[in-house]
């Protein structure tokens, strides 16, 4: 059997013991997996009243895999930087590509590099907000790994979420991941400007985020031509 073949099973195993397969440890693995996520929950209040005590607002921005989470944050920074001192925290399993495209808009960047995590968790953000001085900002975002799925087992001790999805990734995206949607104040539905092309449903999209949140405030952008992103910020009391 070629190396490459028996690494290939032996992360098959690995992934397998994560999906619980084993009988004798699935109690164990359940239990683990539920204290991990009460503790990161009281880290992100802990995070949430530090923030607030300094008098800073903060937001998170999930979202499927390329749906322009980076592009919009661009977007946001160049409006918004002359107005608030702003750090935004990027979380990405490797690279700091996302971290410098949102420099370039005099912001104020830190990426966090997961290596096989999924997402962003309440320690990442404790570890950056405890070696920082917060007398130095007013806003903080943190774009999380992009994915719709992992996100949502974190809170991160923000004020709002934001969940990008766009039209690139069909009708039936929101429909399919609820979690992210249930726990974001907006909703935003990226590349409009590819409307004509893709013909996506969009309408069908908008009620499905409702359906899941009745109080999500749905708001559709172009990040590329800059469009609604005066919107996304009102949305954001921003
Ligand atoms: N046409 C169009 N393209 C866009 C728009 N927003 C982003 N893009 C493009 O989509 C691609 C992905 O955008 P990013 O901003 O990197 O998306 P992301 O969600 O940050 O991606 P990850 O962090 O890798 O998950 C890039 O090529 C962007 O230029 C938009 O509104 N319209
Ligand atoms: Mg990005």
Not at 17 to 43: M, P, Q
Not at 118 to 126: E, G, P, V
Request: with cysteine.
């Amino acid at each position: 059997m070629s190396e490459k073949r028996k690494q290939e099973i032996q992360r098959i195993k690995e992934l397998e013991s994560i999906n619980l397969a084993r009988e004798d440890i699935r109690d164990f693995v359940i239990e683990t997996k539920k204290e991990v996520e009460k503790d990161n929950d009281l880290l992100a209040e802990q995070i949430n009243v530090e923030l607030n005590k300094k008098g800073i607002k903060s937001i998170d921005i999930v979202g499927a895999i390329g749906s322009g989470k980076t592009a919009l944050l661009e977007k946001i920074a160049e409006k918004l930087s002359k107005k608030y001192r702003i750090l935004v925290i990027c979380g990405d399993i490797t690279t700091r590509v996302d971290a410098d495209r949102i420099e370039k808009h005099n912001v104020e960047t830190i990426q966090i590099n997961t290596g096989r995590e999924c997402a962003l968790n309440a320690y990442h953000i404790y570890q950056v907000i405890k070696n920082k001085d917060l007398n130095d900002y007013d806003l903080i975002f943190v774009e999380n790994v992009g994915n719709l799925i992992c996100p949502s087992d974190f809170r991160l001790g923000t004020d709002k979420r934001i969940t990008v999805v766009s039209i690139t990734e069909g009708e039936w995206v929101i429909e399919k991941h609820p979690m992210l949607f249930k726990m974001s104040e907006v909703a935003v539905i990226n590349k409009i400007d590819l409307l004509e092309r893709l013909g996506t449903d969009i309408e069908k999209m908008i009620k499905d985020a409702k359906n899941f949140n009745p109080n999500i405030n749905v708001i559709l952008t172009s990040a590329k031509e800059g469009k609604n992103i005066d919107k996304l910020i009102e949305a954001l009391e921003l």
